[in-house]
């Protein structure tokens, strides 16, 4: 089932003589400026291929509907896939368990949804801690396991460089440098309360 | 190593929140949505032979709205003319021309809109695209992109709405179950830690203990304030936020009675014409108070542990 094509502003019905229209149109409902461009895929009603029935019992079945006609098999695990079943990613036919167990593993990059940037984790854990001070103590320990840890974890899939590492891993020295001084400054004070 | 070269271009710039952004970028074959919590990126692929159209509507025209925003901007700067210390003439031009500032950016950047992202499961909002302007430039860019793979519709071919089998534009899109994470137990274990400092603090005054409680309360509540936002359409536990907006009246008596007994120390001293320092610790507060504060933490943090549990 398609969605209809609606306005933005109040949801209201845009009809098909509204659409791929160069002069400006306005929404029936609240009268705002609405541009529809509509494309091919629109003519589509459904989405995906649909299984074939067995012709014949020397035909192979799917491994999932022994009722219908296997076109492929999966290029992780072997095993016989319908039209319904097959998951074309990035030019390798997968079963739906594949597909799934590629997910939790992140093996399939492309149908990645979502990914930790542990680079930022390390930079917000070497400077937000210092806001309240004695954090820090805890923080900048945890800033530098994060990026020796994580340092060859696979970053965002878009362009990114690894500079928040090294600036985590800088700040996090310097913060550890810094606590170091203070304990041997607090040692190494003369002693007014103690001599008191 | 071979440098690693992304198959992304960006489409348009960040569109950013308080609590992250989100960027639109292309693919050879697919658009790419990305939200950002900051720490986590989410992605929402969008194959480009499957887009069944853009829809792009202008909203509502905020020009009054901005006009009076840049009226009343002008008059706060205006204000550093009857105020006589530099510092209220510095403070009040340097506001005022920071809110003048962003009235005339947002005029700048021209008239909002949304975009739509529609294809036969799903209709997407594009969060990036909040300006006609940037709409315009993306439409081309996509259009020329997803015309590449799918080809142009002809004016005869858009089909009739009868004939499309739609649903309903004000059917609500299902619910997709979050689970409510473990906020709340955290915010409950952090207030009997807190207790315990109390108390440590009580039989050992001059540990200084106490000195990381402002910290930690601050922790509280920041912890509060996330859990009450990231509540609504994910937690359907009751009692336990009943818990905490008690808290929130215990930690606003807390830190009203401490800034009391700080006033009341201040004054007694400058009553005897004692000369004192500033005294960060709760030595000031009083051991009555201190229990209070500890035993209302000990009770909401044990009761909000067991309500969690129970009703999770």
Redesign the interface.
């Given at each position: 089932m398609a969605h209809a094509i609606c306005c933005g502003t109040c949801s209201w019905p845009i009809p098909p003589e509204a659409w791929n229209r160069e002069d400006v149109v306005r929404c029936p409902g609240c009268r705002q400026k609405v541009e529809v461009v509509a494309f091919p895929a629109i003519e589509r009603t459904r989405a995906g291929p649909l299984p074939e029935a067995l012709a014949a019992d020397t035909e192979a079945s799917c491994f999932y509907h022994a009722e219908s006609r296997a076109v492929v098999p999966c290029d992780q695990c072997g095993r016989f896939l319908c039209g319904l079943c097959d998951l074309e990613i990035d030019g390798r036919h997968l079963c739906p368990v594949c597909f799934q167990s590629g997910l939790v593993s992140n093996q399939l990059e492309v149908a990645e949804t979502s990914r930790p940037m542990w680079d930022s984790i390390a930079l917000a854990t070497a400077t937000l801690p210092v806001l309240l001070f004695w954090p820090a103590i805890i923080g900048a320990p945890t800033a530098l396991y994060f990026v020796v840890r994580r340092w060859n974890a696979p970053l965002s899939i878009l362009p990114r460089t690894r500079i928040r590492f090294y600036l985590a891993a800088l700040f996090a020295l310097a913060e550890i440098a810094g606590i170091v001084f203070l304990v041997w400054a607090i040692v190494r004070l003369p002693g007014r309360t103690r001599a008191s | 190593m071979p440098k690693r070269t992304?198959i992304?271009r960006r489409l348009t710039g960040r569109k950013r929140t308080l609590a992250g952004y989100s960027q639109l970028?292309l693919a050879p074959d697919h658009i790419?949505l990305?939200k950002?919590s900051?720490?986590?990126?989410?992605?929402?692929?969008f194959a480009l032979?499957?887009?069944?159209?853009?829809?792009?509507?202008?909203?509502?025209d905020r020009t009054p709205l901005e006009i009076g925003a840049a009226g009343a901007a002008i008059l706060w700067t205006l204000i550093a003319l009857t105020v006589t210390s530099l510092f209220g003439k510095i403070f009040f031009v340097v506001t005022g021309a920071i809110g003048i500032a962003l009235v005339v950016i947002d005029l700048a950047r021209g008239p909002r809109?949304?975009?739509?992202l529609?294809?036969?499961?799903?209709?997407e909002?594009l969060a990036p695209v909040g300006r006609v302007r940037t709409a315009q430039k993306l439409?081309i860019e996509l259009?020329k992109a997803?015309?590449a793979i799918?080809?142009?519709?002809p004016?005869d071919?858009?089909?009739?709405?009868t004939q499309?089998?739609?649903?309903?534009?004000?059917a609500p899109p299902p619910e997709v179950p979050q689970p409510p994470g473990y906020l709340p137990e955290l915010l409950f274990g952090l207030f009997l830690a807190n207790a315990a400092l109390l108390l440590v603090d009580i039989r050992f005054p001059h540990a200084q203990i106490s000195n990381?409680l402002f910290?930690t309360v601050?922790g509280e509540i920041v912890i509060i304030i996330f859990a009450l936002m990231r509540r609504p359409g994910r937690d359907p536990r009751r009692i336990i936020y009943g818990v905490m907006i008690f808290s929130i009246v215990c930690i606003g008596w807390d830190a009203f009675d401490l800034g009391r007994s700080f006033f009341e120390v201040v004054t007694e001293a400058a009553r005897r014409g004692n000369s004192i320092a500033y005294d960060t610790s709760l030595n000031v507060w009083g051991q009555r108070r201190a229990l209070f504060a500890a035993g209302w933490r000990i009770a909401a943090g044990g009761f909000g542990l067991l309500a969690s549990y129970m009703e999770r």
């Open positions: - | 992304s992304y970028w790419l990305v950002s900051r720490l986590v990126e989410h992605y929402q692929r032979a499957d887009i069944q159209s853009l829809v792009i509507t202008t909203v509502v809109c949304r975009c739509h529609y294809t036969a499961v799903s209709r909002l439409l259009r997803i015309e799918q080809g142009a519709l004016a071919r858009i089909p009739l709405e499309r089998p739609v649903l309903p534009f004000d990381a910290t601050f």
